[in-house]
């Protein structure tokens, strides 16, 4: 599967991004699918993931609230809703695809920055 993440962009602080990840192939609803990020300076965070129906998400704690994760399988994409964004949420997002128990898949990317 091929991943490409869409949707990052400036925005001020306690404003709202919508990002997007859409898969190639058909087998995109055998993938748990997976949010991360990587702020400046820092490690690659996990921020949420989805099960292969939608049905389950989990989320790191310190994002519940604020961010939702959710996937339409017709459009082969995942989606990362983010509300009342802060500077510290500033990092490239990456979705990716998990077959088992490891990310098999990567996107290239999207920058989001959050101005205060």
């Known amino acids: 599967v091929q991943l490409q993440a869409s949707g990052g962009g400036l925005v001020q602080a306690g404003g709202s991004l919508r990002l997007s990840c859409a898969a190639s192939?058909?087998?995109?609803?055998?993938?748990?699918m997976g949010w991360f990020r990587q702020a400046p300076g820092k490690e690659r965070e996990f921020v949420a993931h989805?099960?292969?129906?939608?049905?389950?998400?989990y989320y790191t704690d310190s994002l519940k609230g604020r961010f939702t994760i959710s996937r339409d399988n017709a459009k082969n994409t995942v989606y990362l809703q983010m509300n009342s964004l802060k500077p510290e949420d500033t990092a490239v997002y990456y979705c990716?695809?998990?077959?088992?128990?490891?990310?098999?898949?990567w996107g290239q990317g999207t920058l989001v920055t959050v101005s205060s």
């Open positions: 989805i099960s292969r129906s939608g049905g389950m998400t």
């Open positions: 990716a695809a998990k077959w088992g128990s490891s990310y098999v898949a």
């Open positions: 192939g058909r087998t995109f609803s055998k993938y748990v």
